[in-house]
């Protein structure tokens, strides 16, 4: 890989309430709102050469990838390890709720329920940008979650993990080279070794 477009996927029926959906299972789609900006989307990176094209599991980001690209003949390839962060027993609750407990516990400690900790989850995301640093076509366009999308700007910017990010916009392409790219996994990867909240 040589260079890598990162966008979060559209408007959710889930996200434009406020919701939480961390099962991939659930098939939460995209609404009118979270269509266009896909095909805004697909505006965008239309003078991009795309070689390859990453998502996670959930129907959200395959949605907004699938109209992003239409008319265009780009294989897909579906990465797990890029999904969205498991909430537990905050499923399909208020988004409020689980950020005001992620904010009051440590990111090695797992949301109650079966959720993931936010260790875990940068874990599984470093996971997916090595395979993807690794994958021989030189241009890829990466639709996934705001979270995944953020951790890496982030790195590439010199901040570590927060227990409160930055929004990431719906379906806004982010451009990358493997480097860059390659810089963030790095600083991930050394967070991971001690994690802690940054101020």
């Not at 980001?61 to 897909?76: C, H, I, S």
């Not at 579906?78 to 005001?100: H, K, M, Q, S, W």
């Not at 951790?151 to 990358?176: C, I, Q």
Request: glycine fraction near 8%; proline fraction near 7%.
């Amino acid at each position: 890989m040589e260079r890598v477009v990162l966008a979060r996927h559209g408007e959710s029926e889930l996200s434009v309430v406020g919701r939480t959906n961390g099962d991939p299972s659930l098939a939460v789609g995209l609404t009118e709102t979270g269509r266009e900006e896909a095909r805004q989307l697909g505006r965008d990176v239309a003078g991009d050469a795309i070689d390859l094209c990453v998502t996670s599991k959930f129907l959200r980001a395959q949605q907004t990838a699938e109209l992003a690209l239409a008319g265009r003949e780009v294989p897909r390839l579906v990465l797990a390890e890029l999904n969205d962060i498991r909430f537990g027993e905050f499923e399909g609750r208020p988004l409020t709720e689980y950020r005001a407990w992620a904010h009051s516990h440590g990111p090695d400690e797992p949301a109650p329920g079966g959720g993931d900790s936010r260790v875990q989850t940068v874990a599984r995301y470093v996971a997916a940008y090595g395979r993807i640093l690794a994958r021989p076509e030189p241009s890829v366009l990466v639709v996934a979650h705001g979270l995944p999308v953020r951790y890496v700007l982030d790195a590439v910017d010199g901040r570590h993990p927060a227990a409160a990010v930055a929004h990431v916009p719906y379906a806004e392409p982010f451009r990358l080279s493997a480097a860059e790219l390659e810089v963030a996994v790095t600083r991930l990867e050394a967070w991971l070794l001690a994690p802690a909240w940054s101020s």
